[in-house]
């Protein structure tokens, strides 16, 4: 334990940042004012566009995200990242879903997701293919009967005669996969009960493929999703897929413990979760006071009766500490503190819960003109909803949080 995290004389690990690390130094402003830009002048006209028309993201918008190193936050600058840390991944995550939680989404899909190659050389390659944004992929963890249970995924890969893998299997909710470079893939190479816990055996995959089709051995349906569009979403099956040895990943994890990987990403994608339904609240709720002054009954602007502006207020103390909460959990994950994972937990929960009521407040404000697809605030609602679902629905967090507090 390093001098920063010394113990009280109760005992208690002290895990609460000062203030002066939680601020917005001129580079992370800067950074933040970039991402603000493009988001409302680039993404948000074209979000507006294709959201109704259910239209996945363009890729000239890829290409600006590539050319602005927003898939290279992660990254370090030795293979043309831009060598930052989670709070500004997030930092740019909750400027890109304030516009169109998609493409807040897609980043995860480079910043160094599936570039663990065993070999040197090539990991490097990806590395650079990543922070470009010309290594995009898919996450392929989930299935029709392993979700929140990820231990539980039963897609097989065991060893060919040449060395290499065949597997086999049904992934379901994998989001890009059609228009991914690479599928992201975890499955199993032993039967649980063969190690010391289920997950034991489970190994994370390099899956190559071309963007625009799925490679031999894989079939894909889209999943007819009620909101966030920009990204189809797709079930795979997973029928005699041959891969080479090197497809294994190298996680620094012992053989068969891929799962433990797995873990630590889900950890960063709660905190850049709960960032991105920060976005997606705060998104209806400046749109919810702009309407409110412009739109008038009785007279005068809604914005003139208490009752809307208590309700704004409340809306806005909420993002402000469903904020507080994700720069809290990012700065401790970047620190590499006690109870980051935990930390997570807390904001992805909080946030997404913050989120699905602010959204639905918002929409309340707009009256009927929120139930129709002329204004944004119906892409807030809807977004907004699935973030207290995927990367670990509520109930999960608050499992986690709970086992923390009692073991």
């Known amino acids: 334990m390093t001098d920063t995290w010394k113990r009280r004389g109760l005992g208690e690990v002290t895990t609460a940042a000062p203030v002066d ?29 294709l959201d109704p028309r259910r239209e ?15 898939f290279g936050l992660l990254v370090d600058a030795e293979h043309g990242g831009q060598g930052l840390g989670v709070f500004e991944y997030c930092l740019v995550s909750e400027e890109l879903a304030r516009a169109w939680m998609s493409v807040g989404s897609i980043i995860a899909r480079g910043n160094g997701t599936g570039c663990a190659s065993p070999d040197p050389a090539r990991r ?25 249970d990820l231990a539980g995924v039963e897609c097989t890969a065991r060893r060919s005669e040449d060395g290499g893998w065949v597997v086999e299997g049904t992934k379901r909710w994998v989001g890009h996969a ?24 489970l190994e994370l995959f390099g899956v190559t493929k071309e963007r625009g089709t799925f490679p031999d051995g894989v079939t894909g349906t889209p999943i007819d999703k009620i909101g966030y569009f920009g990204l189809t979403t797709w079930e ?47 998104g209806a709720l400046e749109d919810a006071v702009a309407y409110s002054r412009r739109r008038e009954q009785f007279g005068h602007p809604i914005a003139d009766q208490q009752a809307l502006r208590h309700k704004l207020a409340d809306m806005a103390a909420a993002v ?18 006690p109870g980051g994972d935990v930390a997570a937990s807390s904001a992805k929960l909080f946030a997404s819960e913050t989120a699905e009521r602010v959204t639905s407040d918002a929409l309340q404000i707009f009256g009927g003109n929120g139930y129709t697809t002329e204004h944004s605030v119906e892409r807030y609602w809807r977004d907004a909803r699935l973030t207290t ?17 009692l073991t």
């Open 21 to 49: 690390a939680l601020a917005l130094t001129p580079e992370r402003r800067a950074l933040q004012e970039t991402a603000r830009a493009f988001a409302m002048e680039e993404v948000l006209p074209v979000a507006d566009e």
């Open 56 to 70: 996945d993201i363009p890729a000239p918008l890829l290409d600006r995200l590539g050319d602005l190193g927003f």
């Open 124 to 148: 490097a390659e990806l590395l650079r293919a990543s922070a470009a944004g010309r290594w995009i992929g898919a996450i392929a963890f989930s299935e029709p009967h392993a979700g929140s």
């Open 178 to 201: 059609l228009s991914a470079d690479f599928l992201h893939l975890l499955a199993r190479t032993r039967p649980p009960g063969e190690g010391e816990s289920r997950s034991d055996g």
């Open 236 to 282: 795979l099956t997973l029928e005699g897929l041959h891969l080479p040895a090197d497809a294994l990943q190298d996680t620094g994890q012992a053989e068969g413990q891929g799962f433990k990987d797995s873990l630590r990403w889900l950890g960063t994608a709660r905190v850049q979760t709960a960032a991105r339904a920060v976005g997606l609240a705060r």
């Open 320 to 337: 402000d500490a469903a904020r507080a909460l994700w720069w809290h959990a990012a700065w401790l994950l970047d620190e590499g503190a």
């Open 389 to 405: 679902i995927f990367e670990g629905t509520s109930e999960i967090q608050r499992k986690i949080i709970s086992d923390a507090l």
